[in-house]
């Protein structure tokens, strides 16, 4: 038998992106730090967009981003998880569909001291009741936001753009760490079937280098595809996640 962690691939991310400012003695009595997930996915999608893009994944530098109904950004430096913005737990980072994502820590006993509400309270709201499901009191499911979106409802509206500028301003980030970005990629429920949010995320990133072209992107949806002009300093593509083939070859590998 094998396990293979979604957490491995980050175990490369330098302590300087892991560690929190926390008390450094909850590092060594709990090993709090950030761990980070979805890791099988990001690394299948940085090599695979790599070939796709025709650039050598050990010499580059690739964002990642696996966007559905939980989500995370990966900076993937030279074919190395180099920082991601899932932590400690799942719940940090993006807005996501019933995670609140980075929230200021201080908001949160704020609620609790007024709500009366238990650590066990909190952290169900937290991760079962916040993100786009509770911005908008509809569903957890970007479908069905959508809907509300065209719909012309201002809550869809809010959540909609807050779940998009998110993952916007991590690909900044990350390009800012790694000082550049030669490779951006979109994988996950949402991140391969919504040309909208790829559209979104990418649309102000030209001082980067990144020329779009929406023309592919219209149609691209479960398929393995660059979306960037022929010209553009940075490629763009959509790779369709295959956390299981990595968890087999793996496997293999290790069992060989």
Known sequence: ?????????????????????????????????????HGTSHKYVARAGAKLAGIDPDRSKIITCHIGNGGSVTAVL????????????????LVMGTRCGQVDASAITFIGEKEGMSYADLDTMMNKKSGVMGLTGISSDMRDIDRAYDEGNPRAILARDMYYNRIKKFVGEYAAEMGG??????????????????ESVCTGLEFMGVRF?????????GVDKILSAADSK???AVVATNE????ATDTYNLVK
């Open 1 to 37: 038998q094998v396990t293979v962690f979604d957490t491995s691939f980050h175990q490369t991310i330098p302590a300087v992106n892991y560690m929190y400012a926390l008390p450094y003695e909850y590092y060594e009595k709990y090993r709090v730090r950030k761990y980070g997930f």
């Open 78 to 93: 030279n074919g190395r998880s180099f920082d991601t913005s899932m932590g400690f737990s799942p719940l940090d980072g």
């Open 181 to 198: 970005v030669d490779l951006i990629v979109f994988t996950g429920g949402v991140g391969e079937n919504s040309a909208e949010m790829r």
């Open 213 to 221: 072209d929406r023309n592919a992107n219209a149609g691209a949806r």
């Open 234 to 236: 940075v490629k763009v």
């Open 244 to 247: 299981e083939l990595v968890i």
